[in-house]
């Protein structure tokens, strides 16, 4: 026969992306956030983020090599995406060891465990933060050590989690610029969103799953404002929310992780309102101020259902 066909599963159309790519551009985007967390907590935060980088991709280099026999993985650059993003979720004056067990948790549990990039059913960089948050929760909670004054104490989610009346009292414009406690991830508000952005015009990220968790947060705690008063609460409560903790950082960057995340629109929507759904719930009532990466993972597990829920139609039915 001349012609001949050949029966192979999906994807049958490859659109030229390649992961090396994708990933380049997530770092870039990551690059301004970084930045704004070095000028306002000091040299420290590149010594996290390099520990962080390095442990990831020396972790991931020697499960590639020595545990599962096959050629190393570490040219598509995840493993860096990983790092950044996991020590984006640590405190500054975390100790450089922890950091260390984070990425390995990160690396060889939360990803080369189910077979490395593309296979993992849970963020990565999401599994080492909540380890280090269960095993060491003095360490992740610290907000003092290696930060300025003008920042130590507890993180305004904390704050206004047990007094509401502080809202009054918080300057969103700062907010923006970085004048927060939190993780390094947490406080580069306006250059996260800048990041996102970029993402956005690079069409690495589609805005469903960002407008999803955002949006489902702000009309959540709008309902809360209406319930506990009204007020100037109804734009301070759904604004605070939005801005303070690791909400813009997940959002963006974890919730929209391929491999973790629903493969079509409706799915995403679905995937994001129950992300905001969940942080809301855990921020206003739970034992933790931040519910962002609890939120993220239990969505990641629900992810197979919503799939197979919004799964499209096959062709001819």
Not at 246 to 258: K, N, P, Q
């Amino acid at each position: 026969m001349a012609t001949r066909l050949f029966a192979a599963p999906s994807p049958h159309i490859h659109g030229g992306e390649k992961t090396r790519r994708i990933m380049l551009d997530v770092i870039l985007a990551l690059v301004p956030a970084l930045a704004v967390s070095t000028y306002v907590m000091g040299w420290r935060v590149l010594l996290v983020t390099g520990v962080a980088v390095a442990g990831c991709v020396v972790f991931e280099y020697l499960i590639s090599r020595f545990l599962l026999k096959r050629g190393s993985t570490i040219g598509d650059l995840s493993a860096i995406v990983t790092g950044v993003l996991l020590a984006f979720n640590l405190p500054v004056g975390i100790p450089w060891w922890i950091v260390v067990i984070g990425a390995l948790v990160a690396i060889g549990i939360g990803k080369m465990t189910f077979g490395g990039l593309g296979c993992n059913p849970f963020n990565p960089a999401l599994t080492g933060r909540i380890f280090l948050l269960i095993a060491y929760p003095v360490q992740m909670t610290d907000w003092t050590t290696g930060v300025p004054d003008a920042l130590s104490g507890s993180t305004l989610l904390a704050d206004v989690k047990y007094n509401t009346s502080l809202l009054s009292e918080v300057d969103f414009l700062q907010m923006l610029g970085g004048h927060m406690n939190g993780s390094m991830g947490e406080i580069a508000s306006l250059a996260l969103i800048l990041g996102g952005l970029y993402l956005l015009w690079r069409k690495v990220i589609t805005w469903h799953i960002p407008v999803a968790v955002l949006g489902t947060m702000a009309v959540f705690a709008l309902c809360v404002a209406l319930g506990i008063g009204g007020g100037a609460l109804c734009y301070e409560l759904p604004l605070f929310h939005i801005l303070a903790g690791g909400a813009l950082l997940g959002a963006i960057f974890m919730a929209t992780d391929y491999s973790t995340s629903p493969m079509t629109h409706k799915g995403m929507i679905i995937y994001g309102v129950g992300i905001g759904i969940i942080t809301m719930v855990i921020r206003m009532w739970g034992a933790y101020p931040e519910g962002m990466s609890f939120a993220i993972f239990i969505m990641n597990a629900a992810t197979p259902l919503i799939n197979r829920y919004c799964r499209p139609k096959r062709f001819g039915t």
